[in-house]
């Protein structure tokens, strides 16, 4: 915010730093527009560029990286314009699909490299436990990569936000992020498709995972709203945070089905009006 110049520095230095570097191109277009923030991204790029087709670097994961920082700046552009963030994730998750399904087509052979060095991985451990037979494909591969790329992104603007909350409207970020809440058709949607894919058999695991990420997000915005309703202290925060670290997968389905409950029942509403009467 202090000038183009510093904006690019940041971002070109901020690769070194994890979420740094696509926040700051976030940061940018929320408050200068996509156009001052299309610069600023050429230099947060830059580094990637550099490393396509370094022989020391997975190439899919360094293009993921890629993907990621233009998912973040079409992102905070549609929160600009939409400025409600169910429109902007629903965004960022259907660019984020593309984006998976143009490396596994566009990409092939970084993709298969990865899934070669993920089925090591895999036959190593299968070595060690019998039950584990399953193979990753290219499409199980693809989601992955896709889902990388979207939480990424997901992170980065809400890191961005915070920082333009911080600088412009102190507590405005809170308040934003508890009021997270998607319609009952979005989110019936959402959760229809991420079912189909778990149905459908593992290679389509990770998209289901991808598909879950905005009711996830959703799920956790409920427990910040619920915490802060009840006057609970930042101390329970802190602790919801290690159990999802520590119980990622039960705790994460636990809370995209939060997510998807409160969109059809609005809990939010239900506390107010029980705390009103």
């Known amino acids: 915010m202090a000038g183009r110049f510093k904006a690019a520095l940041v971002a070109l230095l901020g690769n070194f730093l994890p ?24 230099w947060a790029i ?69 899934r070669e060095a993920l089925n090591e991985v895999l036959r190593q451990l299968q070595q060690q436990n019998s039950a584990l037979v399953f193979e990753p494909s290219d499409l199980f591969v693809a989601g992955l990569l896709a889902w990388v790329i979207a939480l990424t992104a997901v992170a980065a603007l809400l890191l961005a936000r915070w920082w333009q909350s911080l600088l412009y409207n102190p507590g405005g970020f809170g308040v934003e992020f508890h009021a997270l809440r998607f319609d009952r058709l979005s989110a019936s949607l959402l959760f229809a498709a991420l079912m189909g894919c778990y149905l459908l058999g593992q290679e389509y695991v990770t998209w289901g995972n991808l598909l879950g990420l905005p009711l996830l997000l959703s799920g956790i915005a409920l427990v910040h709203h619920s915490v802060a309703f009840a006057g609970l202290g930042t101390r329970w925060i802190v602790v919801f945070y290690m159990g999802l670290v520590l119980l990622l997968g039960p705790l994460s389905s636990v809370l995209i089905g939060l997510g998807f409950l409160d969109s059809v029942m609005d809990f939010r509403s239900r506390l107010a009006a029980r705390r009103s009467s």
């Open 19 to 42: 979420l740094v570097s696509p926040a700051a191109v976030g940061l940018v277009v929320l408050r200068q527009g996509l156009t001052e923030g299309s610069l600023v991204l050429l």
């Open 46 to 114: 830059l580094p990637l560029v550099i490393l396509v087709g370094s022989e020391n670097m997975n190439g899919a994961m360094v293009w993921a990286s890629i993907f990621s920082v233009l998912v973040v700046m079409i992102g905070a552009s549609a929160l600009t314009q939409t400025r409600a963030w169910t429109s902007a994730l629903k965004v960022m998750l259907g660019v984020s699909v593309l984006s998976g399904l143009a490396m596994k087509l566009l990409l092939a052979t970084e993709v298969s490299a990865m």
